[in-house]
């Protein structure tokens, strides 16, 4: 310190210090309700591969492009979608066997330099990206999709089938071994963002639950806008549609509509297509390579979406009632957001066959009106979610 700093120092009274503390403190304030785009932003994710999570990246990128998005793993493709924006590290090299490398994602994320930003939004559905640290000066937002399935809601699931195939035995060894640990790391990490924003009701109550933390509500971005004006000819039969995976329970419909004869189309596929044509009679039939074009066109001419997974929040359905397609949904999770009875859809309570073959046989399409459907869908939109998120966000600078 210089000879003029000691001086200046040594003339400041209490009064002066307060004063220059309440000046810190008002430019503080300044900064925090500045526009959003004048902050220096970073974005954070687990994994950038394909998926609805990446889709909320790709809208925070559109609402911050010149931010950069730190990421443990991106695709060639996505990087490119991304404008160069992404950055990795030595984890980008293992390729797929990302996949096994929990312990290794943790360090990486945990060891981030992002203490030089305004603001910092992760967006996590494993949990790595929220472990983060940032300065006192950050302000740290989490969108969270899901506390991790596998430490927490769905862990008895992945013990069951971990979804590893041949290395599923390893899998489920090490799960039960290293979830009491990870646990704690995941509620610990869970505490480190100044706010949390989750992506459904659903989501939200499994924040308090498992990580004791409130947090507000921004629907994910859908591009209904794309499905609205595909052309509905006549609607028919029944639509099950996206990855084949177990957790999706998609068998409850394709037993549900053997049993009852009614026609539905199975579209995609996944570990579970052979388990599922097993079970199929003759009324379903499977797309396994199914198009954009033709999965809109299932969307847009179906008499309902059949949805039988507990699903985070659920897409899928969200689109289909883009084309005023209403949802007959299991009365759980993210449906709840979006399925209102007699007017988007309906419910069956239980996730057996009989009690989707009960909302089957009782379900009347001749209720719901498609203009009424879409309508409802628009609420969750692209420019929903960029208003909501910037609301969101301006309260918490507020």
């Given amino acids: 310190m210089s000879r003029i700093d000691d001086t200046v120092n040594e003339r400041q009274t209490p009064a ?14 300044a900064r925090k309700q500045a526009d959003l785009a004048h902050l220096k932003v970073a974005i954070v994710h687990d994994w950038l591969i394909s998926g609805g999570a990446e889709k909320v990246v790709k809208e925070l990128h559109h609402m911050f492009p010149d931010a950069p998005i730190y990421t443990s793993y991106c695709t060639d493709e996505l990087r490119e979608a991304f404008d160069n924006k992404v950055v990795t590290g030595w984890l980008q090299h293992f390729g797929k066997l990302r996949k096994f490398l929990v312990i290794p994602r943790i360090w990486w994320f945990s060891r981030l330099k ?12 494993n949990g790595e990206a929220f472990g983060i640290k940032t300065g006192p000066n950050t302000l740290h937002i989490n ?19 971990p979804g590893f195939g041949v290395f599923n035995p390893i899998v489920r060894l090490a799960l039960k071994i290293l979830v009491g640990p990870l646990r704690k790391w995941d509620f610990k990490a869970a505490q480190r963002a100044d706010v949390m924003i989750a992506n459904s009701t659903h989501i939200q109550s499994d924040i308090k639950t498992y990580y004791g933390r409130d947090s507000v509500v921004v629907f994910p971005p859908i591009d209904v806008a ?4 595909t052309p509905s000819t006549s609607r028919s039969g029944f639509l099950v549609l996206g990855r084949q995976v177990p957790q999706k329970r998609q068998e ?27 079970l199929a009679g003759p009324s379903v039939t499977f797309d396994t390579n199914v198009s954009d074009e033709a999965r809109d066109n299932y969307m847009a001419n ?11 929040f659920g897409i899928t359905p969200v689109e289909a009632m883009a084309t005023g397609t209403p949802v007959i949904a299991y009365k759980a999770g993210g449906a709840l957001d979006y399925v209102v009875p ?5 419910f069956f309570t239980e996730q057996t066959v009989e009690s989707l073959k009960t909302a089957l046989q009782t379900f009347d399409p001749s209720k719901y009106n498609s203009n009424d459907i879409k309508t409802v869908a628009q609420q969750f939109s692209v420019v929903e979610f960029h208003n909501n998120m910037r609301t969101a966000l301006k309260n918490v600078l507020q």
């Fill in 16 to 29: 002066d210090t307060a004063v220059r503390q309440e000046g810190q403190q008002v430019a503080s304030s």
């Fill in 226 to 229: 794309s499905f609205q004006d």
């Fill in 252 to 278: 409850l419909a394709v037993q549900a509509c053997t049993e009852l004869n009614l026609p539905l189309v199975v579209a995609g596929n996944g570990p579970e297509n052979a388990h599922l044509q097993k």
């Fill in 143 to 161: 969108y969270c999709h899901t506390p991790t399935h596998y430490y927490w809601r769905h862990y008895d699931l992945y013990i069951k089938q």
């Fill in 342 to 346: 007699g007017k988007t859809g309906e």
């Fill in 302 to 312: 179906t008499t309902a979406f059949i949805f039988t997974g507990e699903d985070d």
């Fill in 114 to 125: 992002l203490d030089d930003y305004d603001l910092v939004i992760s967006s996590s559905g």
